[in-house]
């Protein structure tokens, strides 16, 4: 009960920070411009509506570029801008006064943030649908999609880049709450962000956390080893980023 109470609280204090109003933009940063390039195409827009792999065409146009770069950085950019609600009014000592352990707090703090991603999934696939949707409603010659919306395969795919999000959510997260600074983990985040775009294609690209959203439109790349498994190293980043920011946090003298 505890712990659900903190996350309350935590969610709280979360939508008073401009880490909610980044994820919303962020979700429908590119949706946006994939409609607005459909719409000032209006000549193609009856026989794209119209084909029956709309869908999958969208789906795959917004996930290409969100994946790459924009994905990457608003995790960044979140994590971070979470973790300074509390640099920033000095609330960490605070916080730590409070009847709630200490594992306890880490939990509630990365569950908001682990939630904000599952927001912004849900958001970003909205978008993905509206652009299929808004230029029936606005165009009298352009029809409904014309494809059977494949939710499974939507959810299935969504759940993979959730998968490969996460280690950069787990990273960045260390990064934030152990670093006071807002800059560096900013700064490390995108020096990283930069290299999975060198590195993307290497045979060795695996080993770098950042480079699996990318990697996930390379599959057919014969520079691709298809023989790793980029789930189970996803998994496992995961788990080793977030265990190491837990003993981090519980062993650490200075808490504020």
């Known amino acids: 009960m505890v712990i659900l109470h903190s996350i309350q609280s935590e969610w709280i204090k979360k939508s008073h920070s401009s880490a909610s109003w980044l994820t919303v933009f962020g979700a429908f940063f590119i949706p946006v411009i994939v409609l607005v390039r459909r719409i000032s195409d209006p000549h193609n827009l009856f026989a794209a509506n119209a084909s029956d ?3 999958n065409i969208l789906y795959a146009q917004c996930w290409q570029y969100m994946s790459v770069f924009v994905l990457p950085m608003g995790i960044i950019l979140t994590a ?5 609600i509390e640099f920033r009014n000095n609330s960490w000592k605070q916080l730590h006064t409070t009847p709630q352990s200490l594992t306890v707090v880490f939990v509630s703090k990365f569950c908001i943030a682990i939630m904000m991603l599952i927001q912004f999934f849900l958001l970003f696939n909205v978008g993905i649908v509206l652009t299929g949707v808004v230029p029936a409603l606005f165009f009298r010659d352009v029809p409904f999609p014309g ?14 880049f959730f998968l490969y999000c996460l280690p950069i959510l787990s990273l960045q997260y260390l990064l934030s709450i152990q670093v006071r600074n807002f800059m560096i983990p900013i700064g490390v ?13 290497w045979k060795y690209g695996y080993f770098l956390p950042y480079t699996y959203c990318s990697k996930r439109f390379l599959q057919n790349d014969s520079r691709i080893d298809p023989e790793i498994n980029i789930k189970i190293w996803a998994i496992g980043y995961f788990v080793l980023f977030t265990v190491l920011n837990y003993i981090i946090y519980i062993r650490r003298k200075n808490r504020g």
């Open 80 to 84: 971070s801008l979470l973790a300074q």
């Open 53 to 55: 792999k709309i869908w």
């Open 147 to 160: 494809q059977d919306f494949p939710f499974q395969d939507f959810v299935i795919g969504n759940a993979r």
């Open 189 to 201: 985040g995108f020096a990283l962000v930069i290299a999975s775009l060198i590195a993307v294609s």
